[in-house]
Structure formats: C-alpha cells, structure tokens
C-alpha cells in the first residue's frame, strides 16, 4: 500500500485527536493507504517532541513553513489556533499538499474565501474537522433526512452549551484559554460552538436566507494569560439567533458558555411534516425519532440505540449495544476523506463548506451589532 | 337516575381516595346512578364526623355493623385495615350489599375463599381494588397483549420499591403504620405492594405455576405506636421471587421498603417475541414500547405519552398532553364496575381474582420460609 | 360556613377545568367558603343544560348580562372565548363581582389595560387563570429562585410546542377550532402558547425589557367551521423571538403548533450561576435540578420527583410517589385565590399581572412585522 | 522503554479488542513498558494473517504451543473460545509467561482452580478480562461505595438482557454462534452475561452466601453450524437468580438472551441505607446517583455524567462532556496491568477473582438442576 505521509500542525486538543484518528483508522477501515505519522510541528520545540513521542511521529519541527517546504509530507493537518489557519492553509495549497484543517475555517469570511480559492485552485484534497456529522447517530439523522421521512420541514432548533467560563477567576489567551481571546479565537461562542451547529444545519436542512441575533460578555474583564494584565474581553459569552432557512423553516440557535450543568451539551431537533428527530452530544449513540405515521395508540418517540450493523459505520466497530465514543467521529472523517480523495469525490465538509458556516457566523455577529435582521451571503 | 347510596368504611388514605372516585366518576363519564356519599363509618367519631363534613358524606356511623343494617345503604366499601376485611365483607354479603374492599383481599387465602364463596353465593357485585390495572398507560399495555403485538411472552420481570421504613424509629402499628403490625396488615411488603405486581400480572400475563421466594425484616424490633412497647416485627420488609408462569415464561418480582430513592417505583416489563412494553408508576403517563418489527435502522424504544382521546380512559378528561395522576386510576375503576353492573357482567378484578392473588402471596410466604420451590393454588 | 356563588361562563374545556377545581378544592384543601356551583351561563342552552346536569350547576344562563344582573352570584369565571373577555369582565366588576378570567387576558394590551382600571378601580378580586405557575414542580422552581440557590441569572430558555394544527384541513373558527381564527383569538400560538411561558418568566425571572420576534402562518387558507368558506388565515402557527430580561439574562423562546411528536411539550430551563433548573409539562411531576456546589463527583442533574408532604401542595394529597396531574394546578389556584380574598392580599396572577404579560406578547408581534428589535411596556 | 511482547490467541471480536487496547495505551496513559504486538496466533492460517496485517502483529503462529514456545514473547493473551482456556494458560504459567485470560475464566469450577493454582505457583502476572469494572462510571461507583457513602446495603440488582437469538434459525456453534455450544462455551447466558454482572457484584458488595436459581432453554434444538444438524441445545437461554450477600444484602440477578428490545443491556443498582446508585451499560457514561442526606426538597436521582478530569479514567482522554466508549474498558484494564506489574501489586481480577465468580455461576446452575438454595463456595 501507498503510503500517505501526515504532517500534523499543533499538539493540543485537536492534534490528540487527530493523531489518534489517523493511528486508528486502518484497524476499522478499509483504506487503501498505509498512513504513516511522519512529522509533528509545534512552536514549543519539548512539547512537539514529547507529543511526537507519545503518539509515534517521525520526526519534528518547529516551523510550519519547514515543515510544508518538506517533500516527504503528502498532507498537512492544520490543528493550530484560529488565528494561524488562513496562512498554513494557503502555503500548503501553494505546495500542493493536500490540507485538513480544524474548524472554524478562518478568523472572518475575507480569509475563509482565500484559503476556498487556493484549495480549489490548486486542486488538493481538502476538509475541515467539523467532525459531529460523523457521529452515526447524527449521520443516520441525514440519511433519514435524505430519504424524505420527514416531510417538509417546519422547525429547526440547535444549541451547544457548555458552563466552564463562568467563573471571572478564568483568564484569557494561552494554552487551554486561548478559546477567551478574540485576536486568537477571531470569536467567542460563535465561532467556537455555534458553528458546530450551523454546519450539521447546513448539511441537513440547507442554506440559511437571514438572521437575527444576539449576543453578550458576562464578564467584561479577564487577565491574560500571557500578558498577566486584566484585559478587556472581546469574545462573545453567549450567542442566539432567529433564522429563516431557504426551505421555509424556522430556527433558533443558541450557544453559551454560561449554562451551568452543561459540560458540552450540543443538540438538535428538527421538525417535519411527517416525522421529527432529535439528537444530543451528552448521549450521542441515541437518536430520538417520532413516526406520525406510526399506528395511533402506540405512537411515541423511540429512543434509537445506534449501535446496529446496519447503522452507520457500526459494522465496523463492536457488536450491537457496544457504544463508540467521541474519538471515533474523527475515525469516520479520516475513512471517509480517504474514500474521497481515491473516488475523486471528495468528502464533505470541504473547505467550501467550511466557508459556507463561517458566512454564517459572520451575519450572526453583524446582526448582534446593528440589531438587524441579515441576509447570509452563499458559499 | 336511580341513586346508588355508598357506605364507606374508613377515613384514611384510602377512605379519601374511594370517596373522591365516587364524588368525580360522574363528571367525567356517562354513569347511569346517581352516587350518593350516604355514609361514613369509622371508630373514632369525631374523625369519622370530619371526614364525613370535608366529603359530603351525609350521614356518620361508629359501628360498621349498624351502617351494614341499615336499609338506606346499596354498597359497602370497605377501607379499612386488612384484619377486618374479611367480617365485613361477610357480614355484607349476607345482608345483600354490593361489596368492594381493598387489597389485598384478606389476611390469608382462607379469608378470601370464604369471602368469595359469600359474595358468589350472594350474588351482589363485588371488587378488590387492584387500582393500577386501571392506570391508562397499564390499561394500554393489556390491550396490546391482548392483540397479540407481543407475541410469545418470554419474560415479566415487577418490582415495587419504597424507602419509607429505613429508620429504626418509624414505629409500628397505629394510623400511618399499621402496615409494619403483622396482627393488622397480615404480612409486609409480600401483602402491600407485592399484590400489586402479582394482580396485574396475572391480568397481563396469565396464571403463576410455582415459586421461589425469599423474604427479609431489616429492622427487627420497632416500638408499638398503640402499646408503646419494643415489640418484634412480624412483617417481612422485603420479599423477592422467582416464578414460572402457566405459559411457560419465567419472572422475577421484588418489593422493598428498603431502597433508598423510591418512593413507589412500581415496574412492570414484558418481554414477547416480537415486542417488549414496560412499565413505572412514577412515570405513570408512559408506556416504553418495542416492536422489533419496526424497520430495523429506527428501530427503538417508543416512549408513548399516554393522553390522547384514543388510548384508554383519556376522552373523558382533558386534551391530549395532559396529564391525569393517581387518582384517576380509581375512578376508572367506578366507571367500570358501575358499568359491570348495570351489563350484568362485573368488572374485575372480583374477589375471586382477588383470591387468585392472595393464593399467589400464599405460596411466596410458604416458600420463603421452607426454601423450597412451592407451587401455586387456582382460584 | 358562608357560601360563594360562582357563576360560570362557558362550558369547553376551560368551564369543565374551572368547575372541577371549583368541586375539589374543599376535598383537599382548608378553605373559609363554601363553593356553590350556582349557575352555569353559555349561548347555547342545551349545551348549557347538559353541562350544568354533568357538573351540578343549579342554575342555567344563556346571556351572560343576566348572570352578572343577579344578587345570588359573587363570582364571575370567565371561562369564554378571548373576543368577549374584556366586555364581560368590565361588566362584572362594575357589578361588584369578583372576577376570574381564562388567559390570556385580553385580545390587546389596549382592552386589558381597562380591564385592570376596572377591576382596580371596584377593588374587586381577580384573577388570570395561568394555572401552570401551581404545578408543583413550576411552584418548587420558584420557591428555589427566591431562597437565591441558582445566584445570578444568565439564561432563561421557553417553548411550548404542539402538533395538531400540521394537517390543512384542520378548519378555523367554531367549537373546538376557534384558536385558529384571528378575530376569536386575537392571535395564534403567542397569545395561546408563548403567553404561558411568559406568565411563568415574569414570574420566575422579572421583567423583559425588549425581544426581537418572527412568526411564520405555514397554512394560509383554511376553511371556516362557521361560515365553510376558505378563508385567509390571520393568526400565527408559530412564534419565536429572542429577549433581554431586566436582570441582564438573555432568552429565547419559541412556540407553534408544526413540531411533530410533541402534544403540549411547555418547557423552561433557567441557568444560574450556581444552578439550574428545567422542567416539562409532559413530565409535569418532575423538576430537574443542577446544582454546581454538590461534591464534584457526583455532581449531576437531579430528577426530583414532586410528590413528598415538604414539596409545594403535596401535603394535601395522597403519599409521596403518587402523581396529581393537570387538572390539580386549577385547583390549588383556587385554593390560594381563597387564601387571597381571606387576607386582603390577592394572590398572582392579577388582571395587572395578566396585562404584563399582554404587553410581551404584543411587542412580539410587532417586532415579527416590523423586524426590529421591540421594547416591552411595563403593567 | 523495556519492549513488552505480547502474543495474542484469537482474532475474533475479543481479539480485536484486546488488540486494540494495546496499540491505545501508551498513547493516553503513562506506562513503563513498550507495548509491541509480536505474535498473532490462530488455527486458520489466512484469517490469522489478514488479522494480524490489519492490527500490526509482527508475525503469525497456527499452533498455540508454539507461539507459548518462543522466547520473544512475555505476554500470553488468551482471547479463544472458552473450552481451551484453561489448557493454554497451565502451559502459559508453566512457561513464566504472563496471563490474560477472556472471561469466563474456565468451563467449570475445577478446571479455574488447577489455572489459579497455575499461575500463583508460578508468580506469573495474571488478570481476567471482565472489562465492566474498567468503564468510568462503574469505577466511580466502586469508588463511592469504599468512601462509605451507601452505608449498609440492602439490595443489589442486576441484569443483563439481550435478544439476538430469539430466532430459532440462529445456529449453535461456528463462528459468532459458538456461545449457543455447551461443549465450546460451558453454559449459556450464565457463563457469558451473568458471569459479568457476578464479577462486579463481588467487586462491589463483596461475597454471595448462597443462591436460588431458575434457568431455561426456550429453544430446545438449533442447527450446529459446523455438522450441518439439527442437535438439542445444551446451553441456557435465560438464567435468574435470588441471592443473599456476605453483607446481609438480599439480591435479584437475571440474564437471557431472549428480551426483545435490549442488545446489551446490562444494569445494576445498590441500594444503602443512605444512598443508592444505578448503572446501565447502554448509556455507559452516566451513574444515577441518589443521596437520602441532600436537601429534602431538591433530593433526587442525579444523572452523573462520568466525564470530567477528577472522575475516573477520565483525565487521560478529551474534555468534560466527551465521551468514550466500550473498547475504552480494555484500555483502562491494560494501563492497570501494567502498573500492577510495575508496582508488585496485581491489579484485580486475577485468576483468583475469575475463580470467585465461576463459583457463584457453578452454584446458580446446580441450583437450577436441583431447585434448592445452594452455598457459593469461597475463592
């Protein structure tokens, strides 16, 4: 087997996941490379090297630009901060590598739209980790979608809640904060939570025709953790907004990191004629689903354990009733962009799609400054 | 509308929940007498006054022979404590009355055979009120058996769990205790809440073979509310078996007093070949339903909200989503044994299926206490 | 002890809801007056009559003039269509009559702002029948707030969400229907739904300051019950909007009557900064409690199940475990609105409590005309 | 780091999960050994090496004595049926190697006691692969329990409920089907899922005194898949038992492969005198929690979703909210090895533990045979 040579940017969070993605895959997937950890790179020379240690990397580097220069990497995974992600993107297209990059796609739209048009001009493989369309509960949520079990579609309803910035003790900028730091993050909930939401919404109700939103900074202050200095904070706490999507349906969307009892309670429910759905990150194996055309007397929602065969990517896991977890969302990303690139049709969401969110998120925003209802521009 | 005059014996919990039947039965379903609260009747007259005043109950008696001679009363409920169910009921009987008593029938088969024989051979209505078959979503559940959905029964598994006996200084006998006061309640929890799990299950799912039990007291000694002594406690505070059923499934029922959390979590599951229902008093508008012959990718548990006009009892009171309690279960119970009577055919559960329960607790106490498996006498 | 003549407009479901808590409340609950079911008064006289018989109405109106023209009546319950609730309740109290009211309140801000003068101005007694506040579980959420265990709020999140008007040959207007017809109902699901979830919020959480709003009408022509004509529809199917709340939280809020599965899903989470709360009518029983300064590890959402003697009006009722239902929220607003009368403190909601909350669901429909953000008057 | 090789026997569902736990372990736990996949070994040549290639082994063995032969292997890891278990491990420990063994630990009684003799007169590290103790929610129990937050027990509950051979046309024996084959498996459902609940019952609540059992074969002949006939079925199909405890703690177990509705459902719940807790393995992250001490009016079951840093296991994967899944038991169960190994102190459940729970099933089965309370003898 050919092998794919991984270039992975960043040892955080995400290029945890990643990394453990990309050494998981061939034990589950039938994948037609052999996919080998070649380089990791971080600006932190000890810490690349432990990560690369712990994870079996190759080699290291501590320069993007090194590491995109070298002619043994096939693909760079961009896991760095937001605010480093245009710039990768763009240098990696222009050395015709193929580029995976963490969500949200850019600090703005402006920047979203470059790195669209070097991937598309460059004609490299792309993708953006908006990973929870992989969670087979939620992929199944589509194919039922797809299959017009629904109906028409009268309501869509999103939120992502989380509680871990409500204490004003938690400082700005830095590692594992960097998310409270507008000129690192670009946003606050927005771009973070939110867009999680509006790209599974995109991909299984369509486009969004306009908003109208709300936002607030609970805490107005926070030291920076770089600085040590207690700086203004310019991220968004808290987003909400109205929405009209292009099939007639209407939304409500919301994201906070003020919810207490909430660790990372991303949930969706979507209302059809026919039938309605509803799912929750906090019990991702279940799907909830409600049949109208169900016989009277024994018409409920039905709590769907997604742990069958013949569910999505299940069959290739454990047995029936033997859950998955988080991780293997990734798992399914990385099977399914290898598909692609062999098919030559590639994977959703592809950087297209990433800038078709960030639009999103972008009109969100807008909208929480002027108080007006915004059109969304299409990808 | 031909008056139908009601001699209650009792003015506790279940004095009230009999009376409030009675009093509502007629505004929410077509009854053809006209119930009048004629008389209540208890020891204590003072009390037995109040809550003759607070029920509209025009008349008050302190002895439960002088209510049963009087010619002004059609039916006799009994209410009162387990010891004397059986002499009352006699009594009734002989003198021509409609009898309805409480559950469990009596302190042992014996009573209850004698009680039945009565009641048949007086030839007046007569009912146990096993309360909960009457419960909509339970009532559900029945019609579902009776249409065959669950196919060949597998398995019943029943608990009823409580946790107000835990402290050593819940005393026993009096009002409120006289369930821990064997000379009263006859046995523990095998009595109280056992019965319950046993009649609906032999509704549902037919005649008990055998079993094999095993009991517990906890709290060997508790204080005497009546004598204020330390006196050995005679009731069982816990009581689990197995049992064979007659179409050859097996089961497992447990009821406690013991289990800290519940309050009256009384469940009930069955497990068919191609369905399975379950059941929790808790939760009382549900009824969790599976069919495996639901399309295999969304197949589930259907948690069904049991309220609309065409599930059982739910047109005669409100509108669909809302929620009727407890209560209700009694008053379903008058509308259907009014109904019994009025067709000539009576509602059960009648003291012979009462019987049929009492034989069951028979055998669990019996076998409990020989360790032997101990199989189970048909009413 | 001294009666209390209520005369009763309308016999549909609110009259049914209405007589029921008028009959029970003195089962259950210490009141100063007996309640005399006196005359039951609706156009239709036979309907009337039978509704009278169903619930032991001693008299029979057919204009509601001549009820509030008799000396033998003291209280008028409102239990009409919403177009006639203003003329009626400003006759009853220039009468001197205590006055009931159905909600919401009025079909305007305009017309419920007299009605407040009015009953203000004969300092007679009223009352809004927005019964949700008396679940048990709605009055411990509130009870919980006031001990200020959740601390500062952030979130205030409501929906109310039903499915039966999804089919369009559902009609509007006439009995059963007339929430569908704008010039009976004044509006759709805001007037309807949302108004109960706003009833609640100001309670709980204080006052809104402004909202931003969308409304949508899926089925635009339906046919008329009265007239059989097709007729354009005027109210909303559904409604959404997003809000600041005085306290600084933010909240949305949506209602319809398009989202499949759901028959009355009335839902509220509030988050605080140390705790939260959610609650939902289908499990009316149910509060659901986070409370962040439990034992990290075993920090978690508790399902309290609202039934102990220590609980709100549970004292009252059977024993812990057993469930009440809908109907019991009349019930205790009974009870209280007894209490009030008792002490000279009227109790909640008022006609003036009633207009608060006509003054919100009036900004929402003109925020979802206009698209602009909309500021909430105060009552 | 010290290489440490490992040579696996079995490519089938628990192969693949061992496998995978050790590939995992050292990317997300610290361990003092070079986990090196050295030998995959398995009676068909060409499914062992598509195994193998998948996995990473370095190399292949048909023959089991000669992979236990090599000197290149420290590890021997029994993932075969359960017929040979105990034949590979005597020559395991006889070699020095160390021991994993899939659970159930032997096919009876007599042949686990000769492997625990085996082993400790070896002094080679030993475990049993009962995996449950390791999911983080079930550690937290464990962890809960040992603080003393229960107090004294009395009840524990478990079952574990499946329904994929409902179907009289599944086949007993071959591949996937070897657990309906007495001769390969040993019994049925009580080796297989009730050995499970057994082991974490005695982790738990310590020893069972003794047992009352029922056990059923529904269907009585299956096709053998590897003769191609029809032959009776020697296992059980279901299995139920009553149970006192060392502690005094009376207990209800129950497996069957015949509960329509449940693919893996495997549930326990303890109750103390102060607090009780709940855990199902189909929602594998949350713990029910209920503490009698909290607050009265907000006591209730709390919905612990085991996922945050301070909770077992937990701090090694993602971030608060995230889950893990099944094979993630297997990981914990690896890292706890090893650092047993590393510390002298072998990590529970050693082949003494297996022993402890084949005791218990011995007994379950010869109560089913004789239908007497039967003592469980001590490990």
Redesign the interface.
């Known amino acids: 087997m050919k092998p794919l040579n991984i270039g992975m940017i960043g040892y955080g969070?995400m290029g945890?996941?990643h990394?453990?993605a990309f050494?998981?895959v061939?034990?589950f997937f039938p994948i037609d490379r052999r996919i080998v950890l070649k380089a990791a790179c971080g600006r932190d020379g000890a810490k690349t090297q432990a990560f690369a240690h712990?994870?079996g990397y190759e080699s290291v580097e501590t320069d993007w630009r090194a590491l995109i220069a070298r002619d043994d990497i096939d693909l760079i995974d961009i896991a760095a901060t937001n605010n480093v992600h245009a710039e990768i993107a763009l240098a990696a297209a222009r050395a015709g590598k193929m580029v995976l990059c963490e969500k949200p796609l850019a600090m703005n739209p402006a920047e979203a739209l470059k790195m669209v048009k070097a991937v598309e001009k460059a004609k490299v493989p792309n993708m953006v980790w908006y990973n929870y369309r992989r969670v087979p509960a939620v992929t199944?949520a589509k194919?039922?979608i797809d299959e017009g079990r629904l109906g028409k579609i009268?309501?869509y309803?999103a939120k992502f809640?989380?509680?871990?910035t409500?204490s004003a003790d938690v400082p700005q900028g830095g590692q594992g904060t960097w998310r409270l730091d507008a000129a690192v993050a670009g946003s606050g909930v927005t771009g973070d939570l939110l867009a999680h939401c509006i790209d599974t919404a995109l991909w299984l109700n369509g486009g969004i025709k306009e908003v109208?939103?709300?936002t607030?900074t609970?805490v107005k202050e926070r030291q920076h953790a770089l600085t040590g200095k207690k700086q203004k904070v310019g991220i968004d706490d808290?987003s909400?907004?109205?929405a009209?999507f292009r099939n007639g349906s209407?939304a409500?969307f919301?994201a906070?990191r003020?919810?207490?009892?909430?660790?990372?309670?991303y949930t969706f429910e979507i209302?059809?004629?026919?039938?309605?759905i509803f799912w929750d990150?906090?019990?991702?194996?279940?799907?909830q689903?409600?049949?109208?055309r169900?016989d009277?007397?024994?018409?409920?929602?039905?709590?769907?354990?997604v742990?069958?065969g013949?569910?999505p990517y299940m069959k290739n896991?454990?047995?029936?009733?033997?859950?998955?977890?988080?991780?293997?969302s990734f798992v399914h990303q990385v099977a399914d962009f290898l598909a692609g690139v062999a098919s030559g049709q590639l994977a959703a969401p592809t950087f297209r799609d990433g800038l078709a969110t960030d639009y999103v998120t972008d009109a969100v925003l807008k909208s929480a400054r002027s108080?007006?209802?915004t059109k969304v521009k299409s990808a």
Chains 1, 2, 3, 4 share one sequence.
Do not use: C
């Open positions: 969070f945890r996941a990394s453990n050494r998981k061939g034990n712990t994870w199944l194919q039922l009268f309501h309803r809640l989380q509680d871990w409500i109208t939103a709300m607030e609970f808290a909400a907004f109205l009209r209407l409500t919301e906070t003020y919810a207490r009892g909430h660790k990372a309670l209302n059809g004629e026919h039938a309605s990150l906090h019990d991702l194996h279940r799907l689903y409600f049949d109208h169900d009277g007397v024994i018409r409920g929602w039905r709590s769907i354990h742990s069958d013949d569910q896991w454990w047995v029936p009733g033997l859950q998955i977890g988080y991780e293997h108080g007006q209802w």
